[in-house]
């Protein structure tokens, strides 16, 4: 377990913010850092092109530490729909197949395959909800021969559901489907090994559980897509792009790995280093421990909720940093606003009220959601 890390951020005291799965506070060395960076831009002289290229190295350096993978395999992206887009543009589907997604999947890991399934005949295959909240058994249940992609994330973002993606690559890969992964809503808190799950592409944007801030995020790649189709074609992406004097010499070639998948301005000199001041950050607590931090409170809060008659999903079949709350009664739509007239920070997604806590957190935190839940449940 990891000490409280509130004064690496700058929270009120009296802000009780446990809504790390809609935004995370950026904390402050990553704010400095990012703030240095655009101020560079003030000056552009001292910006010189071999700058172009220092960042986003160390980028990809840092976060396949966190996946566990190589630096080779990781492109630069805006978002997590990027990263998805990318791989529907690359993995084979054929007429009749489908593509396998789970009920309530998020969006961005929804209608990519939404549109791919209808421009080659194929269709989308919705593992339904688990009454018992395995979601992994439902989804190695519902993964059969036709089974062309499997676009999944490693937690269900409005149950909290955890899936176990060791079990459910092997069987991707017995089938012969790709597995597409979004981990926006776990990577940083929750392990996860390219090595141990060997997906063929996982996107995570940085704003959640990365702790980096907004419109950056990280592609994983791996090796049998590298040689793949980027989303777009850039001058940055290619072999010369070192050499600006000879940018109008054309090449066919692309950089090595996976830059070729990078976006456009994929040198952000103002998102890159807030983003890697975080990731550094996470390697240097180390992720188990984030996830041993974020499920300790998490779990006083289910025993607490408990009491006043709203139950979430038991670990392991739930992400310990994830906590969603349902109660027989329906929750009204309007109780974020409810509890943030009193300065506490939820969401509410689906039928759940979605806590998700971090390591800078305090025990007061969630005592002060509990008495606005019971309040509200009194009501
Ligand atoms: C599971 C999941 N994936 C992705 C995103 C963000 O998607 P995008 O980066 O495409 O805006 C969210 C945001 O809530 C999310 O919950």
């Not at 395999?73 to 007429?95: E, F, H, Q």
């Not at 688990?130 to 490693?154: F, K, Q, Y």
Request: net charge negative; proline share 7%.
């Amino acid at each position: 377990m990891l000490p409280c890390q509130r004064h690496l951020f700058d929270i009120p005291d009296d802000v009780a913010y446990l809504n790390c799965a809609y935004m995370s506070p950026l904390m402050k060395p990553a704010l400095e850092a990012g703030t240095a960076g655009l101020a560079r831009k003030a000056h552009p002289w001292h910006i010189t092109p071999d700058q172009f290229f220092t960042g986003e190295e160390e980028f990809r350096t840092i976060a396949a530490q966190l996946l566990d993978g190589s630096a080779d395999g990781i492109a630069i992206v805006p978002s997590a729909s990027y990263g998805i887009a990318t791989a529907a543009r690359n993995v084979p589907v054929k007429k009749g197949q489908s593509i396998l997604v789970l009920a309530e999947q998020f969006p961005s890991n929804y209608y990519p395959w939404q549109r791919r399934a209808e421009e080659n005949s194929a269709s989308l295959k919705i593992v339904p909800w688990p009454e018992d909240d395995d979601w992994t058994a439902a989804v190695l249940d519902s993964l059969t021969t036709d089974v062309a992609v499997a676009a999944l994330p490693h937690v269900q973002w409005t149950s909290g559901g955890r899936l176990d993606l060791v079990r459910i690559g092997e069987a991707c890969r017995k089938l012969g489907a790709a597995l597409v992964l979004d981990l926006t809503q776990s990577l940083g808190a929750l392990p996860f090994s390219v090595r141990d799950v060997q997906p063929d592409f996982a996107v995570a944007a940085s704003y959640k559980w990365l702790l980096g801030p907004y419109s950056i995020g990280l592609l994983y790649v791996a090796p049998k897509w590298q040689g793949g189709i980027p989303l777009e074609e850039n001058w940055i992406q290619r072999a010369n792009a070192r050499d600006f004097a000879s940018l109008i010499l054309y090449t066919e070639n692309y950089d090595v790995g996976a830059r070729r998948f990078d976006m456009g301005e994929r040198s952000n000199f103002a998102l890159l280093p807030a983003a890697m001041r975080a990731m550094k950050q996470l390697l240097e607590w180390e992720v188990a421990q984030i996830s041993e931090t974020a499920g300790a409170l998490n779990r006083q809060l289910a025993n607490a909720a408990a009491d006043i008659g709203f139950s979430a999903p038991a670990e392991p079949l739930r992400a310990p940093h994830y906590l969603a709350l349902r109660r027989k009664e329906a929750i009204p739509k309007e109780l974020p606003e409810m509890l943030a007239r009193e300065k506490v920070f939820v969401s509410v997604r689906g039928s759940s009220i979605r806590v998700t806590p971090h390591v800078y957190n305090t025990a007061e935190d969630g005592e002060r959601l509990i008495a606005c839940l019971r309040r509200i449940a009194a009501a």
